[in-house]
């Protein structure tokens, strides 16, 4: 994936210097964007900005203000290259929620590593859920591998909602996503909680979720815990008719009326002793049989996959 880097300047003196040092890393691409078509360069949402403030002329704080207030852009890292050693300038600058500035008087050799730290961190900002923001599958695999390598007994949560299609389809995708917020903010509140437990939390994707906590938890009461509480907050987001009622209805392809209960949590544990698994794919495969177990209940429910169930 190519990194692209927007650097506002009037000349192209640091662009042109920039290119020469990234010479043998094809990834990066420098555009050099003059301050007066700033407006029309952050529709395409670089993945980062440098300022270089000596060379413009307009004022650093209106072009910092301008690219915080941009939808698009209020997360986009900024980095301004200034030769004003003036502290309470430079902080005036930091107030606008701009991360980096770095006086002219520093060699190139740290502008590169700079540049190359502040893309290094987006991109592994880029594997987290922007919906939920817990880690995504980089961190959730990096997790499973890390138990797996210290040998540990742990406990896989795979968790997941029954009939959330149907809700999307009468209530929207945005009502959908407040649910799935919902599910992140109730799992996550239930894990953090225990005491003395080393507990990790992911977003698969969609409304598949996984916590991994270690071998002393009670995962009984945890996935209890999840269900009471899921249960109860759910009703908030269905009409009264669909709750009196207990299902939605929505047209099939065929154009015929179907009938779903209300969204439901399933929850598939997976035990796993020391010499149990060998890698994150056997895990994977034993936690989809666990949770396919679990949605074979009507409602919430969970199921519960013991080593020894295997022997």
Do not use: W
């Not at 896989?156 to 929207?172: E, H, P, S």
């Not at 009670?218 to 899921?230: L, P, V, Y």
């Not at 299902?247 to 969204?263: A, C, D, S, W």
């Amino acid at each position: 994936m190519f990194q692209e880097i927007y650097i506002i300047d009037c000349e192209n003196e640091l662009v042109m210097k920039l290119r020469e040092e990234f010479e043998k890393e094809k990834i990066f691409r420098f555009k050099n964007i003059k301050p007066e078509n700033l407006d029309i360069a952050l529709k395409n949402i670089p993945d980062l900005i440098i300022i270089n403030e000596q060379s413009i002329n307009t004022d650093i704080i209106d072009i910092c203000k301008t690219i915080r207030e941009d939808e698009n852009n209020s997360i986009t890292p900024v980095l301004v290259i200034t030769d004003k050693k003036d502290e309470k300038h430079q902080i005036s600058i930091m107030k606008n929620s701009i991360e980096y500035v770095i006086p002219t008087d520093l060699c190139d050799e740290y502008i590169y590593y700079v540049i190359k730290n502040i893309t290094r961190l987006m991109s592994v900002n880029r594997t987290v859920s922007p919906l939920t923001g817990l880690p995504g599958n980089v961190q959730i695999q990096a997790e499973l591998k890390k138990r797996l390598l210290r040998k540990e007994t742990f406990q896989i949560l795979y968790i997941d909602l029954d009939n959330f299609k149907a809700y999307n389809d009468v209530y929207g995708f945005l009502k959908g996503d407040e649910i799935i917020k919902l599910t992140a903010r109730i799992i996550t509140k239930n894990v953090h909680t225990l005491d003395n437990s080393d507990v990790f939390v992911g977003h698969i994707g969609g409304d598949d979720f996984i916590a991994i906590v270690d071998e002393n938890v009670d995962h009984d009461k945890i996935c209890q815990n999840i269900i009471a509480e899921f249960d109860k907050e759910i009703l908030k987001y269905f009409n009264d008719i669909d709750i009196e009622r207990g299902y939605v209805e929505v047209f099939n392809r065929k154009g015929v009326i179907e009938q779903f209960p209300l969204t439901s949590i399933s929850i598939g544990v997976v035990v796993a002793d020391k010499k149990r698994f060998s890698n994150t794919l056997e895990i994977g495969e034993v936690g989809a049989q666990v949770k396919h177990l679990a949605k074979t209940t009507m409602g919430s429910s969970y199921a519960i996959n013991r080593r020894e169930e295997y022997k």
